[in-house]
């Protein structure tokens, strides 16, 4: 991985003037953004390079022999080249660009079908998103596997790995889980997961959307085949993701979509594919999207991720701390070592009325079930409130958080 | 805005305390209603007899515009005909989605607030879409999605 080169410690507040939606008022409150596990916002960085490529390099990619076409293919390509780098894959064969996670997640369980035979098994967890969730109910039902789950021990959100070798050795084909869960804010033991994984032969696959934007990834070192991840949660633009994918797998599997790009020769009753990861994408790809990435895994970089993961992290446990004295709060996710966000309910105050309360006073929160519903019934509560930091949040911000949580428990709870 | 132009006293004490929130063993029409974003469940009971709601309870998990919705709703529906009670729902929408508080109806007029809260809306509606399913003897989950 390319070391950082950052020495000291950033400058945050400096940092924070990098992103232009932040400034601004709601409701008449300077806005706090703490959604940051649905979307991150953008820095000027990115953003220029959106407009630069739309105003000065944009085409086709790929087929065009003319300069722009050049340019954007370049472009286009330099992005898969940095991904690479930036999860230190073997090689940037093995990057797939996706309109997100959800289809990285969708490419694997559609294109591994094949593979999948009745009486095999699919293993997950119950703190998985519904993207890492229903691809597999899909995968399942169509070829008469079954799903297994990975137990969650309680509210404090972490997984049972007691019985994984036992659940791993029920002819277990591939293994999915989350990096950091969007729900709990829990961190995975994804090395260790990876190895009980390969032991027992089994593919594994990591859902590291709200992982990617914070901690340093290094797929290698994780020891996964396949990891998937979205732009827009790291900084990045929608519309783009990449699915990491062990070469020798992705040469095994078959393709996603069909349509152009992914083709070497097509016939009228046949076509051959072309090579990987050509072979999944298909049709005109995310361009624009793609050199918004290499732009924020630049500025990602140019921060240092291992200074960003401490920052967020120290944000939510912070949070989660003093929040636990506000009467009536019920804490998701573990209570030491934790991803950047916090999930929490309000007894007397459902998710969504705080979320309004929030917002009144300009702070930007999740109010809902967060696409884990089957997790927050094991659970017995219907919806959490969550919050969750990045780079650009502050102290300050959470000191503002803890009065808003404290003065709704008030109102709701009289 | 002033959240207490939104959560009304009327809002607040019906949350904290909903009325007829059981279930009714003598009802002949139950409905449920959700909201498979917000994960809002609303289950209402009516007993209908003639032509007339005699009783009405609902049970549920959501937030305060939606449970003390639905419990102004079973107080102001009972006793009711069908055709009475889709009248008093085309007045509450009207009171919800433009906000005009109806002086003759000052407990459902304490939900004007929620126009200026459009996502907020179909929580106030859901329990009312569930009971006039109810009514209409369709089993089907009211859905405000």
């Given at each position: 991985?390319k070391?950082?080169?950052?020495?000291?410690?950033?400058?945050?507040?400096?940092?924070?003037?990098?992103?232009?939606?932040?400034?601004?008022?709601?409701?008449?409150?300077?806005?706090?953004?703490?959604?940051?596990?649905?979307?991150?916002?953008?820095?000027?960085?990115?953003?220029?390079?959106?407009v630069?490529?739309?105003?000065?390099?944009?085409?086709?990619v790929?087929?065009?022999?003319?300069?722009?076409?050049?340019?954007?293919?370049?472009?286009?390509?330099?992005?898969?080249?940095r991904?690479?780098?930036?999860?230190h894959?073997?090689?940037?064969?093995?990057?797939?660009?996706?309109?997100?996670?959800?289809?990285?997640?969708?490419?694997i369980?559609y294109?591994?079908?094949?593979?999948?035979?009745?009486?095999?098994?699919?293993?997950v967890?119950?703190?998985?998103?519904?993207?890492?969730l229903?691809?597999?109910?899909?995968?399942?039902?169509?070829?008469?596997?079954?799903?297994?789950?990975?137990?969650v021990?309680?509210?404090?959100?972490l997984?049972?790995?007691?019985?994984?070798?036992?659940?791993?050795?029920?002819?277990?084909?591939?293994?999915?889980?989350?990096?950091?869960?969007?729900?709990?804010?829990?961190?995975?033991?994804?090395?260790?997961?990876?190895?009980?994984?390969?032991?027992?032969?089994?593919?594994?696959?990591?859902?590291?959307?709200?992982?990617?934007?914070?901690?340093p990834?290094?797929?290698?070192?994780?020891?996964?085949?396949f990891?998937a991840?979205?732009?827009?949660?790291?900084?990045?633009?929608?519309?783009?993701?990449?699915?990491?994918?062990r070469?020798?797998?992705?040469?095994?599997?078959?393709?996603?979509?069909?349509?152009?790009?992914?083709?070497?020769?097509?016939?009228?009753?046949?076509?051959?594919?072309?090579?990987?990861?050509?072979?999944?994408?298909?049709?005109?790809?995310?361009?624009?999207?793609?050199?918004?990435?290499h732009?924020?895994?630049?500025?990602?970089?140019?921060?240092?991720r291992?200074?960003?993961?401490?920052?967020d992290?120290?944000?939510?446990?912070?949070?989660?701390?003093?929040?636990?004295?506000?009467?009536?709060?019920?804490?998701?996710?573990?209570?030491?070592?934790?991803?950047?966000?916090?999930?929490?309910?309000?007894?007397?105050?459902?998710a969504?009325?705080?979320?309004?309360?929030?917002?009144?006073?300009?702070?930007?929160?999740?109010?809902?079930?967060?696409c884990?519903?089957?997790?927050?019934?094991?659970?017995?509560?219907?919806?959490?409130?969550?919050?969750?930091?990045?780079?650009?949040?502050?102290?300050?911000?959470?000191?503002?958080l803890?009065?808003?949580?404290?003065?709704?428990?008030?109102?709701?709870?009289? | 805005?002033?959240?207490?132009?939104?959560?009304?006293?009327?809002?607040?004490?019906?949350?904290?305390?909903?009325?007829?929130?059981?279930?009714?063993?003598?009802?002949?029409?139950?409905?449920?209603?959700?909201?498979?974003?917000?994960?809002?469940?609303?289950?209402?009971?009516?007993q209908f007899?003639?032509?007339?709601?005699?009783?009405?309870?609902?049970?549920?998990?959501?937030c305060?515009?939606?449970q003390?919705?639905?419990?102004?709703?079973?107080?102001?529906?009972?006793?009711?005909?069908?055709?009475?009670?889709?009248a008093?729902?085309?007045?509450?929408?009207?009171?919800?989605?433009?906000?005009?508080p109806?002086?003759?109806?000052?407990?459902?007029?304490?939900?004007?607030?929620?126009?200026?809260?459009?996502a907020?809306?179909?929580?106030?509606?859901?329990?009312?879409?569930?009971?006039?399913?109810a009514l209409?003897?369709?089993?089907?989950t009211?859905?405000?999605?």
């Amino acid at each position: 991985m390319k070391p950082s080169p950052v020495v000291s410690a950033p400058d945050w507040a400096a940092l924070r003037a990098d992103f232009p939606i932040l400034d601004q008022t709601v409701h008449g409150h300077p806005l706090i953004y703490l959604d940051n596990g649905a979307t991150t916002q953008k820095p000027r960085a990115v953003i220029d390079s959106l407009v630069r490529y739309y105003e000065r390099d944009n085409a086709n990619v790929h087929r065009g022999v003319h300069e722009l076409s050049f340019r954007a293919t370049s472009a286009y390509e330099a992005a898969r080249t940095r991904a690479a780098e930036f999860i230190h894959a073997g090689s940037s064969e093995e990057i797939i660009f996706t309109r997100g996670t959800t289809e990285g997640l969708n490419l694997i369980a559609y294109a591994c079908t094949a593979q999948i035979k009745p009486g095999d098994a699919i293993l997950v967890t119950e703190m998985e998103h519904h993207s890492n969730l229903v691809p597999w109910q899909l995968l399942a039902k169509r070829t008469g596997a079954k799903l297994l789950f990975v137990p969650v021990t309680g509210d404090d959100g972490l997984l049972d790995l007691s019985g994984l070798d036992r659940l791993l050795a029920q002819n277990v084909k591939l293994f999915a889980f989350p990096h950091i869960s969007n729900s709990l804010g829990t961190v995975n033991p994804v090395s260790e997961l990876c190895a009980h994984a390969r032991r027992h032969g089994v593919v594994s696959v990591v859902d590291a959307a709200q992982s990617i934007g914070h901690l340093p990834v290094d797929v290698q070192a994780l020891g996964c085949d396949f990891l998937a991840f979205s732009g827009h949660k790291m900084a990045g633009p929608t519309g783009i993701g990449v699915l990491y994918g062990r070469h020798a797998l992705l040469e095994t599997m078959d393709p996603f979509q069909a349509g152009g790009e992914m083709i070497a020769s097509v016939q009228y009753d046949y076509s051959t594919w072309n090579k990987v990861p050509h072979k999944f994408e298909a049709g005109t790809p995310e361009i624009a999207g793609a050199v918004g990435l290499h732009a924020a895994m630049d500025y990602l970089d140019s921060i240092g991720r291992p200074a960003i993961a401490a920052h967020d992290s120290q944000l939510a446990r912070n949070a989660y701390e003093r929040l636990a004295s506000v009467p009536g709060i019920r804490l998701f996710g573990p209570a030491g070592e934790r991803g950047g966000l916090v999930s929490f309910g309000l007894a007397g105050a459902h998710a969504h009325d705080v979320v309004t309360f929030a917002d009144q006073e300009g702070i930007a929160l999740r109010g809902g079930h967060h696409c884990t519903q089957p997790l927050w019934r094991k659970l017995g509560i219907a919806a959490t409130t969550r919050a969750s930091f990045y780079l650009y949040n502050t102290p300050a911000e959470v000191d503002r958080l803890v009065d808003v949580i404290r003065r709704t428990a008030k109102f709701f709870g009289g | 805005m002033d959240l207490t132009e939104l959560y009304q006293s009327v809002i607040l004490e019906n949350n904290r305390r909903p009325r007829n929130y059981r279930k009714l063993p003598t009802a002949n029409r139950i409905a449920a209603g959700n909201n498979p974003v917000c994960g809002d469940e609303i289950t209402v009971y009516v007993q209908f007899e003639g032509d007339r709601i005699t009783d009405i309870s609902f049970q549920g998990a959501g937030c305060a515009i939606s449970q003390a919705s639905a419990s102004v709703m079973t107080q102001r529906l009972k006793g009711r005909t069908l055709a009475e009670a889709e009248a008093l729902f085309g007045r509450f929408k009207g009171i919800v989605t433009e906000g005009k508080p109806d002086e003759e109806d000052l407990d459902l007029s304490a939900f004007a607030g929620v126009h200026q809260f459009p996502a907020r809306i179909k929580c106030a509606t859901l329990g009312w879409h569930a009971a006039i399913n109810a009514l209409h003897g369709e089993s089907v989950t009211a859905s405000t999605e």
